[in-house]
């Protein structure tokens, strides 16, 4: 076996593992202007952390439902299926699963906001 390109490789393979861990939630300040205006146009904003996240601090206004409950309280989103949806969690992975369920589900343009204080501290 080639040692060197099996140490090579596998440093390769950690290096891009922590990239991707550490850059995955992040929206640039374009985009989260963009979630702010939909915020202002009166887009519903839905906080997909759990009810203690949400209870330690949150986007006013938001609607807190985890992402793990979509399924069982989606009628809590109203019936209107165009109106547009900006989710937000803590870094971005659950409100891009909550995005795919709603997007699954009739909703016609949902936004995956990433991590609630990139979104707060980007707030103008």
């Known amino acids: 076996m080639n040692w060197p390109l099996v140490l090579i490789l596998a440093s390769l393979g950690a290096f891009f593992l922590v990239y991707y861990l550490r850059h995955r939630g992040e929206r640039s300040d374009e985009q989260l202007n963009e979630h702010w205006q939909r915020i202002q146009q009166g887009a519903l904003i839905l906080d ?3 009810a203690q996240e949400f209870s ?15 399924e069982q309280r989606i009628a809590e989103l109203g019936p209107d299926k165009s109106r547009i ?4 969690c803590a870094v971005g992975g659950r409100s891009e699963k909550a995005k795919q369920q709603l997007l699954a589900h009739g909703f ?3 936004y995956n906001a990433g991590g609630y204080i990139d979104l707060l501290n980007s707030k103008s």
């Open 48 to 50: 997909v952390r759990t």
């Open 56 to 70: 330690q601090g949150h986007i006013e206004g938001a609607l807190n439902i985890p992402h793990n409950e979509i």
């Open 108 to 110: 016609k343009q949902v």
């Open 85 to 88: 949806v900006v989710a937000y």
